[in-house]
């Protein structure tokens, strides 16, 4: 059980200290912190399922081309989005960015009600949405980092990401009990309200925590141009960071192929554009609890008891099984219970376990490397499997015969997890003897 110095308060705030370490005076900001989180992601999971039904509109060769548009989106926005932050006051960052992308659902609501080209308006926002989503969870954290100080970060984070958790369980439940009432293109109105919230409770947390944070920029935090161009140099100069870079990219290309089945699937099967939203809500929300659950009940135990190798393991050994059973029974029962676990297996445990790789390297080492890593490689990843989808589609490759090419990719997926975790061991052990 955890301990306090803020016994003789307010019932909740004893309540509070039962299950984190809060100290006198930090109990409303880091109600309102998770609070602030809980917006952020409720918003986004609430259009990610519109974000998915609109792409199964497009097409599976429509979503390979913006999967390349995503990328070179991404590219371009990060020196914007770094100007932004390092020259605004911090106090006026989240209002602007988050105002911006709540007009923008806005715009695009009225868009989709007014008659425009369906088909444009969805291309336009799958790609939206897959830039939002890296962008407003990033200024999340860089307000976090900017309001707590490290030692309250130790004792609060915990606490505060379980916001997000809570968020991405919510969202989905009010997609499948609004869908059905207002129709898909009301939720875009939803999101953008709680964007407003999100807003108004940063802003909150910032008057509860002291005026005397707010002044100057964030900038030396936030991932600009020039620090994913100085991660590439740290990765590409490091056999190690390579090798995690590696795992991120054969993450994607694996993950992204599922995601493009799934889309082809659904298209196939459900005509309606608010029973496409509802599924891919069923789906967020049977992920979120699998997540929490195995997050409470699993993923400390796991790491520390079988090692990161194994916890990094668990997506690829999963991922290999799928396109296994894909290459046999191209269904949509299988492609969803596939794509699910797969989703909650690498939330629970291998992205968690990829975090500690990152321990054993030096602050500003790791610091550019995960900018070049979470940027460049990872949208690379969406772009390249549609790139190499594309080429085998074009060569007349069906389904099932891409997932039995793919899957020697999850192998080789496997194996750099184990080598990872192994490694990983050694340079902990190297840091320990000096």
């Known amino acids: 059980m955890t301990t306090s110095t803020i016994e003789g308060e307010s019932p909740l705030e004893r309540l509070l200290a039962r299950v984190v370490h809060v100290e006198r005076g930090e109990a409303a900001a880091l109600l309102l912190s998770f609070a602030y989180f809980f917006l952020v992601l409720s918003a986004y999971y609430i259009i990610r399922p519109v974000r998915d039904a609109m792409g199964v509109t497009l097409g599976k060769g429509g979503l390979e081309t913006l999967f390349t548009i995503v990328f070179l989106v991404m590219l371009a926005a990060v020196p914007v989005y770094g100007f932004v932050v390092s020259r605004f006051p911090r106090r006026m960052i989240v209002p602007i960015v988050y105002l911006f ?6 715009a695009f609501w009225l868009a989709l009600t007014s008659g425009v080209s369906t088909a444009a308006v969805a291309a336009t926002f799958f790609v939206w949405a897959s830039v939002f989503n890296l962008f407003v969870v990033s200024l999340f954290w860089i307000t976090m980092s900017d309001l707590w100080h490290s030692e309250q970060a130790k004792r609060l984070y915990g606490f505060i990401a379980a916001g997000g958790s809570a968020g991405a369980l919510a969202g989905p439940l009010i997609t499948q009990a609004m869908v ?14 709680l964007l407003v919230g999100a807003m108004l409770v940063a802003q909150a947390v910032r008057r509860h925590l002291g005026a005397d944070r707010d002044e100057g920029a964030a900038g030396e935090q936030v991932t600009t141009l020039r620090s994913v161009v100085a991660g590439a140099v740290e990765v590409f100069n490091s056999p190690y960071l390579m090798c995690i870079a590696g795992w991120v990219l054969l993450a994607n290309l694996v993950s992204t192929f599922f995601y493009l089945e799934q889309s082809r699937i659904v ?18 929300l049977a992920v979120s609890v699998m997540t929490i659950l195995a997050q409470l009940l699993v993923t400390g135990r796991m790491l520390e008891r079988v090692g990161v190798g194994i916890a990094a393991a668990a997506v690829p050994l999963w991922a290999t099984i799928g396109l296994v059973a894909l290459t046999f029974s191209p269904t949509l029962a299988v492609v969803v219970t596939v794509l699910a676990v797969e989703r909650a297996i690498g939330f629970a445990f291998s992205n968690p376990a990829v975090k500690v790789l990152y321990t054993v390297v030096g602050r500003e080492e790791k610091y550019k490397a995960q900018s070049f890593v979470d940027t460049v490689v990872f949208r690379g990843g969406d772009a390249a499997s549609g790139w190499m989808i594309g080429g085998l589609k074009g060569l007349g490759v069906g389904s099932s015969g891409i997932a039995a090419i793919v899957a020697p990719l999850g192998l080789v997926w496997l194996a750099l997890s184990l080598w990872l975790g192994k490694r990983q061991s050694e340079l902990a052990a190297e840091e320990g003897k000096t």
């Not at 298209?267 to 967020?284: H, K, M, P």
């Open 101 to 106: 992308f709540a007009s923008n659902l806005v």
């Open 180 to 193: 059905g009432v207002l129709g898909a293109n009301a939720l875009l109105l939803i999101s953008a309200g």
């Open 267 to 284: 298209g196939e099967t459900l005509t309606d554009q608010a029973q496409r939203v509802a599924l891919f809500s069923r789906i967020d």
